[in-house]
T-cell receptor, first 114, second 114 residues
Framework: AQSVTQLDSQVPVFEEAPVELRCNYSSSVSVYLFWYVQYPNQGLQLLLKYLSGSTLVKGINGFEAEFNKSQTSFHLRKPSVHISDTAEYFCAVSVYNQGGKLIFGQGTELSVKP | NAGVTQTPKFQVLKTGQSMTLQCAQDMNHNSMYWYRQDPGMGLRLIYYSASEGTTDKGEVPNGYNVSRLNKREFSLRLESAAPSQTSVYFC?????????????FGEGSRLTVL
């Protein structure tokens, strides 16, 4: 079975500062990895995904994530955050040929302060 | 573009009442999913339908039933609501054949059981 752990439930940061949201996963088979963002009172939308190839993945809104197989991590980073990045961020995994199901982490609330 | 549409957006029930959450997608996706979101627990899969005519249990199926009415529609039914089912419910869809696990989400249905 797969599991996802997001190491921080809340991350407060000042505007224009860098941020890293941490995600570790557990799986005995190869996985696909995702980060989703949820703005207040909305559904989730995809930020970025790792399927194969380059371990550094770039997504929308200036976010990027690095897949580290040896550490089973997929941390999300942004060099300079904006107020509009305030949202909840979810890390998720899926396994090939398992119905496309996503297993989500608990979520990290990113709060960007002026 | 409508994407994934859920109804109703808000509902208040009394313990023991029944209701059905409706979900429809217009992207010609094969797979559809129902998740529930609770604070500090991320999103947990209730049921999914990999393709029209099939449904399978997810992590937390107890107290729920589903119907894949056709390729577009996937409904979630609570036969006898309990306070523990107070949650935000999200429907999602994906192109299973691509096996990339990218899900497209509706805006959610907030259910309160008194």
């Amino acid at each position: 079975a797969q599991s996802v752990t997001q190491l921080d439930s809340q991350v407060p940061v000042f505007e224009e500062a860098p941020v890293e949201l941490r995600c570790n996963y557990s799986s005995s088979v190869s996985v696909y990895l995702f980060w989703y963002v949820q703005y207040p009172n909305q559904g989730l939308q995809l930020l970025l995904k790792y399927l194969s190839g380059s371990t550094l993945v770039k997504g929308i809104n200036g976010f990027e994530a690095e897949f580290n197989k040896s550490q089973t991590s997929f941390h999300l980073r942004k060099p300079s955050v904006h107020i509009s990045d305030t949202a909840e961020y979810f890390c998720a995994v899926s396994v090939y040929n398992q119905g496309g199901k996503l297993i989500f982490g608990q979520g990290t609330e990113l709060s960007v302060k002026p | 573009n409508a994407g994934v549409t859920q109804t109703p957006k808000f509902q208040v029930l009394k313990t023991g009442q029944s209701m059905t959450l409706q979900c429809a997608q217009d992207m010609n996706h094969n797979s559809m999913y129902w998740y529930r979101q609770d604070p500090g627990m991320g999103l947990r899969l209730i049921y999914y339908s990999a393709s029209e005519g099939t449904t399978d249990k997810g992590e937390v199926p107890n107290g729920y039933n589903v119907s894949r009415l056709n390729k577009r529609e996937f409904s979630l039914r609570l036969e006898s609501a309990a306070p523990s089912q107070t949650s935000v419910y999200f429907c999602a869809s994906s192109i299973l054949s691509a096996n990339t696990g990218e899900l497209f989400f509706g805006e959610g249905s907030r259910l309160t059981v008194l």
